[in-house]
Every structure is written in C-alpha cells, then in structure tokens.
Nanobody, 114 residues
Framework: QVQLVESGGGLVQPGGSLRLSCAVSGSIFSIYSLSWYRQAPGKQRELVAGIGSSGITNYADSVKGRFTISRDNAKKTVYLQMNSLKPEDTGVYYC????????WGQGTQVTVSS
C-alpha cells in the first residue's frame, strides 16, 4: 500500500524559512517524478514545484529563486526548502506521487505571518 507522509510545516514570520519533507513507502520511488502543490484558503490547488526522476526541476513563477525541491532516492523522500517566505505562501502544502492511480499526502499547513 502506497503511503505519503508529509512533515515540516508550521508558523513562520515573513522572510523566514521552512523545509518540508514527504516520505513515500510501499512503492518503487526512483523512477517517478514528484511534485509539491499548495492550496490557499478559498483558492484552487496549484503546482509549486516538481522534480523528475533525473533530477530536473520546475517551479511556479511565484516561488522561483526562493524555493528548492530535491529528492533522496535512498530515503524515498522529496523535500521542499522554502526561503524568504511571504504571507502569500500561506496554505496547505501537498506532496503528489504520480504512480497510477496517483497519490496525495495528507497535507501540511504553512502559515507565514508576523
């Protein structure tokens, strides 16, 4: 059974940093891409960053230069390092694992506020 367990969210002041983790179990990991999404209150879920099996990354324009996605295939874990956080980064962050039929983590709350 495939499971995704996220961690690392919390409350941080503007300009601060957080590191999210998403550990995958029950599946081959290294051949799949992974992505982080977020959903702000009253808004649709949006793609934040993705990383391919080869390590190639892509980012939403709103987070380029501030967020870094990475993966550790030995630990079956994907990370999202978030720096220079802004209030508009507030939301629930979800990890997505696309192995059919597709899996989502439970979400971790990130709140950026002074």
């Amino acid at each position: 059974q495939v499971q995704l367990v996220e961690s690392g969210g919390g409350l941080v002041q503007p300009g601060g940093s957080l590191r999210l983790s998403c550990a995958v179990s029950g599946s081959i990991f290294s051949i799949y891409s992974l992505s982080w999404y977020r959903q702000a209150p009253g808004k649709q879920r949006e793609l934040v960053a993705g990383i391919g099996s080869s390590g190639i990354t892509n980012y939403a324009d709103s987070v380029k230069g501030r967020f870094t996605i990475s993966r550790d295939n030995a630990k079956k874990t994907v990370y999202l390092q978030m720096n220079s956080l802004k209030p508009e980064d507030t939301g629930v962050y979800y990890c997505n694992f696309p192995r059919p039929p597709g899996y989502w983590g439970q979400g971790t709350q990130v709140t950026v506020s002074s």
